[in-house]
């Protein structure tokens, strides 16, 4: 089991930048891919951006792609989320999530049920 903690979110303006971080505890492995998720009121849960632990290969909602960066660091057991060109439609509440057995020819889900560890969110709201 991997526990995950996430931290960073607030309230900035719109144009702002925020970086939002995902502890990872317990035991993790390169086969792990960790993934950010987010969801606004009154709506789904929807995929943002993930990380294979072991190659680091990203992949990115269409929604956030040129503005948001994923990355990790494996000696700390960290991911990351720096967002920039923060816009009020990004305000939602953001989850880390860790998919534990995605082999690596598999494709990276972007669907919330393939992913099997969560955070409690933190939230981020973006005003205008």
């Known amino acids: 089991q991997v526990q995950l903690a996430e931290s960073g979110g607030g309230l900035v303006q719109a144009g702002d930048s925020l970086r939002l971080s995902c502890a990872a505890s317990?035991?993790?492995?390169?086969?792990?891919?960790m993934g950010w998720f987010r969801q606004a009121p009154g709506k789904e849960r929807e995929f943002v951006a993930a990380?294979?632990?072991?190659?680091?290969?990203?992949y990115y909602a269409d929604s956030v792609k040129g503005r948001f960066t994923i990355s990790r660091d494996n000696a700390k057991n960290m991911v990351y989320l720096q967002m920039n060109s923060l816009k009020p439609e990004d305000t939602a509440v953001y989850y880390c999530?860790?998919?534990?057995?995605?082999?690596?020819?598999?494709?990276?889900?972007?669907?919330?049920?393939?992913?099997?560890?969560w955070g409690q969110g933190t939230q981020v709201t973006v005003s205008s």
């Open positions: 999530a860790a998919d534990r057995s995605r082999p690596p020819d598999m494709v990276v889900a972007d669907t919330p049920v393939e992913y099997d560890s």
């Open positions: 317990g035991r993790t492995f390169s086969s792990y891919v």
């Open positions: 990380i294979r632990w072991g190659s680091g290969r990203t």
